[in-house]
């Protein structure tokens, strides 16, 4: 028999906009800078997406037995591929949250251009912390 100790927090995290950030109901033509905080007392981060262009979020905190959630506006959820294991085993804290192991091999996550919305030029972003030093390219099919 296992004992987990299940801890709740109750209490939502508190946002301020700063600072040269405009006023609510504002408008404007032109770029303007925004300055949010966040403070909350577990370790999180925020991020705000003002003109929806943010197609695909995988943090890998959020999954159940075939998909990684999408945390963008579009939920275009990463379906699972692979020996990917549910447990702790393929687990381990990332810089912000949990970060996922695959086996180099044949674990990935997938989604198509057509619920991605991609058929032009786009930019990728994300964080890879490597077990050794290799040569490898990333694939990106189209």
């Known amino acids: 028999m296992e004992i987990f100790t299940v801890t709740s927090d109750a209490t939502g995290p508190t946002i301020t906009f700063e600072s040269p950030t405009p ?23 925020s991020w705000i997406d003002f003109n929806r262009d943010l197609l ?3 943090p890998m905190d ?8 999408d945390n963008s506006s579009y939920k275009n959820n990463g379906t699972l591929y692979g020996t990917w294991n549910y447990s702790n085993a393929n687990s381990t804290t990332g810089k912000r949250g949990y970060a996922r192991t695959f086996n180099g091999v044949s674990d990935y996550i997938k989604s198509t251009h057509s619920a991605l919305g991609i058929n032009a030029s786009f930019t990728m972003s994300c964080w890879i912390k490597t077990s050794s030093t290799f040569s490898y390219q990333p694939e990106l099919s189209h």
């Open 23 to 45: 006023s609510n109901t504002s408008s404007t033509a032109s770029p303007v800078t925004i300055v949010a905080n966040i403070s909350d007392a577990s370790n999180t981060s």
């Open 56 to 58: 695909w979020y995988l």
């Open 62 to 69: 959020y999954y159940n037995s075939t998909h990684v959630f």
